[in-house]
């Protein structure tokens, strides 16, 4: 069983920035693969990020590539989202989810099935203003 929390979700101005957060549940960290998803009113969720929890293997959707930086902290089992450049349509809930299998290659291909990840946070919401 994986626990995930998700914070620092918020309200900014087009071009701002956000960093959200992903608490992993200590005992179960390593081995994981974590991934970030969203889901915007009317929409279905769509993967956007994932990194495995040993650093070895990373993937960004297109849709965020260049904006959105994936970083980790193993001593606190967090895990971060760094978004820059914000527009309006990344407003969305923000989950992190895991699969206990690690990342696979679809991941790091930029593509992510919410099938893979059986674990999920609450999420977070992200509002971006024009």
């Known amino acids: 069983q994986v626990q995930l929390v998700e914070s620092g979700g918020g309200s900014v101005q087009t071009g701002g920035s956000l960093r959200l957060s992903c608490a992993v549940s200590?005992?179960?960290?390593?081995?994981?693969?974590i991934g970030w998803f969203r889901q915007a009113p009317g929409k279905e969720r769509e993967g956007i990020a994932g990194?495995?929890?040993?650093?070895?293997?990373?993937g960004y959707a297109d849709s965020v590539k260049g904006r959105f930086t994936l970083s980790q902290d193993n001593a606190k089992n967090t895990v971060f989202l760094q978004m820059t450049s914000l527009k309006p349509e990344d407003t969305a809930m923000y989950y992190c989810?895991?699969?206990?299998?690690?990342?696979?290659?679809?991941?790091?291909?930029?593509?992510?099935?919410?099938?893979?990840?059986?674990?999920w946070g609450q999420g977070t919401q992200v509002t971006v203003s024009s």
């Open positions: 989810a895991a699969d206990d299998r690690g990342c696979s290659r679809s991941v790091v291909n930029g593509f992510f099935f919410l099938s893979e990840f059986r674990y």
């Open positions: 200590a005992y179960t960290y390593s081995g994981n693969c």
């Open positions: 990194i495995s929890t040993d650093g070895q293997r990373i």
